[in-house]
């Protein structure tokens, strides 16, 4: 019995090693991770998404980021963190942080901010996740659901990490919950105030961010398809958050005279921002990616996504999808046995070897027994380079799945896939690049007029409002600096 009581006191005082002061918080928590491993969990995490995922290349734009960026986070409670700002090339409307000090901005955010103060408030949201260590906090509270997982984890010496994609990835991008946003909001609001911007602009980001919402819902309903739910920076605010409201004045009133929102500023560094998909469609159907090299025919009338992980060509009534990810290839492994692998597959139907465009890969279906709901149709991989392309071919609406139709969706997933190829500098047409541009508007200035001009598809109108802040109703006024795309 002594000895028991020993061990436990013991792995007690253990625990209590664990328990870290947090700067941010101001008070102790019970984390099982320094600091150093969670700067390398960070940086594997930051080295594994830029080689999947687009960055955006614009030299002089990066570093007006950064520099904001790190003028928030001089002012945090974790300055001697250091910080990496990253903009992703993507058309979606979101910003994510990663553990260690890496905050990542995409370009459709970008897009839609009208102030340098509005980039900093949604970086100060992003960088309080970091200080508040919320990706080791959240995961620490998942692994130390009781005392006896923590002890688990102290005694037998297992790893707390473990896979990182899988661990953090989720609550990085999706948000961490309601508390835990609101702390950021409240770190984020003082470190703007701390680098003299004012935190008044995190109210007028959540404003811009509800519109959005409010659009897709609305456009939802017309085209008849289920909403998506936002799950991006500050989604957890409904449109007139008192305790945001709280937040924000809690964090201290700047003078009038001495207020950074840099309008200006901020529209001279964003005019000639790509807008809109930019990955450089030559024609209706094909789907080409410039810094990955490849092009990529897709079914006619099919859309096309570029996501943070993944590529998705979506049917136009949703019945099916085509998926392309990324990853390094293992050394010389076999094609078909890189496949089973990923799938956990012990034999794929109707497997063949694929020989296209001086490319090596391999492609098959998945039996009907070990497939479940999740799984895909048709799986294929294609070896480029040092990488590895992996093709899923879906049928995701259960009204498609007798003999004929599946069979239909099988040509389509393999001619897609046959098309796979490196691309050509013939692929490439810079003239269907749209991009963000600052006109002054005059008195016959209607955003309907100007949307009559603009090929931005038929929600033309509605964008340029989202654009400009003027949603759902109003008209700029003559001699006001306003957003266009051309």
């Known amino acids: 019995m002594k000895t028991i009581n020993r061990w436990l006191a013991s792995a007690l005082v253990a625990v209590g090693a664990g328990c870290a002061f947090n700067p941010a918080t101001k008070s102790p928590d019970l984390v099982l991770m320094s600091e150093g491993k969670e700067i390398s969990i960070g940086k594997e995490m930051h080295e594994k998404l830029i080689e999947s995922t687009p960055i955006y290349q614009d030299p002089i734009l990066t570093a007006y ?7 928030v986070a001089a002012a945090s409670d974790r300055p001697d963190l250091k910080y990496h700002f990253t903009i992703i090339d993507s058309q979606d409307i979101n910003a994510f942080a990663l553990p260690g000090g890496y905050v990542y901005i995409n370009r459709g955010l970008l897009t839609y901010l009208h102030s340098e103060a509005e980039m900093a408030a949604v970086l100060a949201h992003e960088i309080g996740h970091i200080t508040a260590r919320h990706a080791v906090r959240q995961k620490t509270a998942a692994t130390g659901a009781s005392v006896a997982s923590v002890l688990s984890v102290l005694v037998t010496g297992s790893g707390v990490v473990g896979d990182v994609a899988n ?12 508390e835990m946003e609101l702390e950021a909001d409240r770190f984020g609001a003082q470190y703007m105030f701390n680098a003299g911007y004012d935190p008044q602009a995190m109210i007028n980001v959540i404003g811009l961010l509800k519109d959005q919402e409010t659009f897709a819902r609305r456009r939802a309903r017309i085209e008849g398809k289920k909403p998506q739910t936002y799950h991006g920076v500050f989604s957890t605010h409904p449109r007139n958050d008192l305790r945001l409201q709280e937040v924000v004045k809690a964090a201290g009133t700047l003078p009038e005279d001495n207020k950074e929102t840099k309008v200006a500023y901020y529209r001279e560094k964003t005019d000639g921002l790509v807008y809109g998909d930019n990955s450089r469609q030559s024609n209706k159907n094909r789907f080409n990616h410039k810094r990955l090299g490849f092009s990529l025919l897709f079914p006619d009338g099919w859309t096309v996504a570029n996501q943070r992980s993944s590529i998705v060509g979506s049917a136009p009534d949703s019945s099916a999808t085509i998926t392309i990810k990324v990853a390094k290839r293992d050394g010389n492994q076999p094609a078909d046995m890189a496949l089973r692998e990923e799938y956990d597959l012990r034999k794929l139907e109707q497997g063949e070897k694929l020989q296209q465009y001086q490319l090596v890969g391999h492609t098959g279906k998945f039996p009907n027994l070990e497939k479940e709901a999740p799984d895909p149709d048709r799986v294929a991989v294609i070896y480029y380079g040092s990488r590895q392309f992996m093709l899923e071919g879906k049928v995701t609406n259960s009204g498609s799945q007798d003999k004929e139709a599946l069979e239909k969706y099988d040509t389509m997933f393999l001619t897609s896939i046959r098309s796979f190829r490196p691309l ?17 508007a005059n008195e016959k200035t209607t955003f309907s007029s100007l949307a009559k001009h603009m090929e931005i598809g038929e929600y033309a109108e509605e964008q340029l409002r989202l654009l400009n802040g003027y949603y759902p109703r109003g008209e700029p006024q003559p001699g006001e600096w306003i957003k266009i795309v051309r």
Request: avoid cysteine.
């Open 65 to 71: 980021v950064n520099h904001v960026g790190q003028k």
């Open 167 to 178: 661990l953090y990835s989720t609550a990085a991008v999706k948000g961490y919950g309601r």
């Open 424 to 440: 050509r500098k013939t692929d490439i047409v810079e003239k269907d690049i749209r991009r963000l541009r600052y006109v002054k």
